[in-house]
């Protein structure tokens, strides 16, 4: 079983609807990243959280460490936000090994 | 001015040769990565390094070779390449080792033959 599962791995959206995806993990960590993958194939870093939550513009991550959870929340979809979306942790004394989920291919439909 | 590059963007070779990939960070970042994402867009990563030293050195196979000339490079050689080594490689760069914000590059898809 793979320690970082995210849920679900497929989701079809309506423009303008909230988008919640999940990734639970079942290791320790010190810190948790959400990346978006575009359909191109390139990777960007949208997030990194050890605790709480953070917003940026329509994207907002949380992060419950007790509960090993996290969620990447997007508010008012859009067709532009159609990507795959990752987790990955780093566990302590890994160095900055990121070890990831197998992402949630997202598609908003207009 | 790209942030990561990698060179080449495709390449497709045959069965047994030997191809290299290359990587170059211009952030000034002392960390660099090589990750592989296989046919199911599952992503893992191969090796690290930090100030030109091997930090992480996965499960590969020893056809595997990562070369750190300076910081700002790390490329990734390939013998005897194999059907199975077919994915996207990724290279990424952080400041420090201690697991930071990573910036990655567009990637390198390999097509073995």
């Known amino acids: 079983k793979n320690e970082v599962e995210q849920s679900p791995q497929n989701l079809t959206a309506q423009e303008g609807e909230f988008i919640t995806i999940n990734c639970s993990y079942s290791?320790?960590?010190?810190?948790l990243h959400w990346l978006q993958q575009h359909p191109g194939g390139g990777i960007v870093s949208l997030f990194m959280?050890?605790?709480g939550k953070k917003k940026h513009g329509r994207l907002i991550a949380t992060i419950n460490i007790q509960e090993k959870h996290s969620s990447l929340h997007i508010t008012a979809s859009h067709p532009r936000d159609s990507a795959v979306y990752i987790c990955?942790?780093?566990?302590?004394?890994?160095?900055?090994?990121?070890?990831f989920g197998e992402g949630t291919q997202l598609t908003v439909n207009p | 001015d790209t942030a990561v590059s990698q060179t080449p963007k495709y390449l497709v070779t045959q069965m047994g040769n030997d191809k290299s990939i290359k990587c170059e960070q211009n952030?000034?970042?002392?960390?660099m990565y090589w990750y592989k994402q296989d046919s199911k867009k599952f992503l893992k990563i191969m090796f690290s390094?930090?100030?030109?030293?091997?930090?992480i050195n996965e499960t590969v196979p020893n056809r595997f070779s990562p070369k750190s000339p300076d910081k700002a490079h790390l490329n990734l050689h390939i013998n005897s390449l194999e059907l199975g080594d077919s994915a996207v490689y990724f290279c990424?760069?952080?400041?420090?080792?201690?697991?930071?914000?990573?910036?990655f590059g567009p990637g390198t898809r390999l097509t073995v033959t």
């Open positions: 990424a760069s952080s400041q420090g080792p201690a697991g930071r914000w990573q910036y």
């Open positions: 290791v320790g960590i010190s810190a």
């Open positions: 959280l050890s605790s």
């Open positions: 990955a942790v780093i566990k302590p004394a890994s160095g900055s090994r990121l070890t």
């Open positions: 952030l000034g970042h002392d960390t």
């Open positions: 390094y930090n100030n030109k030293e091997l930090i």
